[in-house]
């Protein structure tokens, strides 16, 4: 088929064959590949074209024509309209088959090798209610569905593509559970209390955001409520709500973002207890503010990290660089093997959690500098290191830090990536200079959603 026979909105029958990077199906049709959204491999669907392009098309699937002998019933009653989980129709063990062969489909199209050595997948052991973090909206603008009725502020997620329209949800399957009894209970309240959520068009309204935190391993919770302005005689009969009815949340915080950037960031004053949680990694304890990143799949985070460590087959002697260092987390758990680390992180905030984390782990041999890491090294000297971790986010690695690591000449690079596209890109630049591929290790820590985590150890 050519691209010109076919229209948008034009209805057609295919049988999908693969998962795409980002958990569309892939059908491939008369020399045209089609992307087929909530469609996974073996199923027969009728797909909806909804773009056209030179070499490919996109489709939605408004049909199932016939079953895939790995099609599962979805857990989750909002699966149909909510992006987050859509791999959650299909079979676990599927699910992260395609995940292995994502990883070796970027590194053998983008990183241009040759028959990659990949070792099998991690998988995990608990594949519902492992998210430690939600970001949920508060909105007047519900994604209707039919039959259903809506209260004035419905909390919930944004629907695929649609900035402004939240899907109410009721009951998340990945996440602790207890964040659905706090989002039910918030709800009922704002509602009663007849308080105005955020309108993203014309930025009025009040309430923004409810990002839940929790440290799994400590059980100690985090409620932020994000608002446009300060008013705290507003939110609190919220607060006293959530005092009364959850022991286990330990802190409360406000953030004010008055800005129209829709982010769940800003100014934070504490409401209630603490202005941060607590999570455990192994021996290591750690604070997460509300600002800071941390690893969402506290079950997981402990494989990754004992991962770098057999990987990484540290000496005593050894220094090493923990770039993009968030809250010091990777640096501070392998210090122990190691002679000194130094973490370098672009947010203040994470840079003064990592050095508190340091402190009250009694870890002496680590060393926190806040810096954008495309800058740092023009400026700053510090000893060479032997190994150099690097975990930045989806964007990857600036060409300069590519070219500082190269100029730092480590033996060893450990790159730790939420996304093998452009981790891909980047190893591609290391192995045209003088490293070579030791390990490729994928790693499952988001179950049900098509993100991937995977460790690629290079070497000199
Ligand atoms: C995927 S997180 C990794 C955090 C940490 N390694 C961990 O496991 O918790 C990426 C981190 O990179 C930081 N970051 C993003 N861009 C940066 C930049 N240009 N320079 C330095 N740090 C950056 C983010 O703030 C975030 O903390």
């Not at 501070?332 to 340091?358: C, L, M, P, R, T």
């Not at 100029?407 to 290391?430: E, G, H, M, W």
Request: aromatic share 10%; hydrophobic share 35%; proline share 4%.
């Amino acid at each position: 088929m050519e691209n010109n026979k076919i229209k948008r909105g034009e209805e057609i029958e295919l049988i999908i064959s693969d998962i795409a990077f980002g958990g569309r199906g892939i059908s491939k049709f008369n020399d045209l590949i089609f992307f087929v959204k909530d469609a996974i491999p073996n199923q027969k669907v009728i797909a909806r074209i909804s773009k056209v392009k030179k070499n490919y098309a996109e489709a939605f699937k408004i049909k199932t024509v016939e079953k895939s002998i790995h099609e599962i019933e979805p857990r989750c009653n909002h699966f149909k309209y909510c992006g987050g989980c859509t791999l959650q129709q299909l079979d676990y063990q599927k699910q992260i088959h395609y995940k292995e062969q994502q990883v070796k489909d970027n590194i053998i199209k983008i990183g241009e090798i040759k028959n990659p050595k990949i070792n099998n997948i991690i998988p995990c052991d608990k594949i519902f209610n492992y998210r430690n973090k939600m970001e949920y909206t508060f909105s007047g603008n519900p994604w209707f569905i039919a039959d259903e009725t809506y209260d004035d502020v419905v909390i919930g997620l944004h629907v695929p593509k649609r900035f402004d329209k939240i899907l109410s949800i009721d009951e998340c399957h990945i996440n602790d559970s207890i964040f659905n009894d706090i989002n039910i209970n918030i709800k009922g309240i704002v509602n009663k209390l007849k308080l105005e959520p955020y309108h993203v068009r014309d930025h009025q309204g009040f309430l923004r955001f409810l990002v839940l935190r929790m440290g799994i391993h400590t059980g100690e919770i985090m409620v932020n409520l994000v608002t446009s302005g300060y008013k705290p005689i507003l939110i609190k009969p919220i607060i006293d709500l959530i005092i009364k009815k959850f022991s286990n949340v330990s802190s409360i915080v406000n953030t004010i973002n008055a800005n129209k950037n829709n982010t769940a960031t800003g100014n934070t004053k504490i409401m209630y207890g603490k202005s941060y949680i607590n999570e455990k990694i192994g021996n290591y304890i750690f604070k997460i503010s509300s600002n800071s990143f941390f690893q969402t799949n506290s079950y997981q985070v402990k494989i990754l990290y004992d991962y770098i460590i057999k990987t990484a087959e540290f000496k005593e002697s050894d220094i090493v660089y923990d770039l993009y260092c968030g809250t010091g987390t990777i640096g501070i758990y392998i210090s122990s093997y190691v002679k000194k680390v130094y973490g370098i992180e672009i947010v203040k905030n994470a840079i003064e959690d990592a050095k508190f984390n340091a402190k009250r782990n009694n870890v002496k041999n680590i060393f926190f500098y806040t810096s954008d890491i495309k800058d740092y090294f023009n400026n700053n000297k510090i000893e060479k290191p032997n190994t150099i971790i690097i975990d930045p986010p989806r964007p990857g690695l600036h060409p300069q830090v590519v070219k500082d690591i190269i100029k730092l000449s480590p033996s060893k690079i450990i790159y730790v990536s939420c996304n093998p596209s452009t981790q891909a890109r980047d190893v591609k630049l290391f192995l045209e200079s003088k490293y070579q591929i030791s390990d490729i290790q994928p790693i499952d820590m988001f179950p049900h959603t098509p993100h991937i985590e995977c460790v690629i150890t290079l070497k000199k």
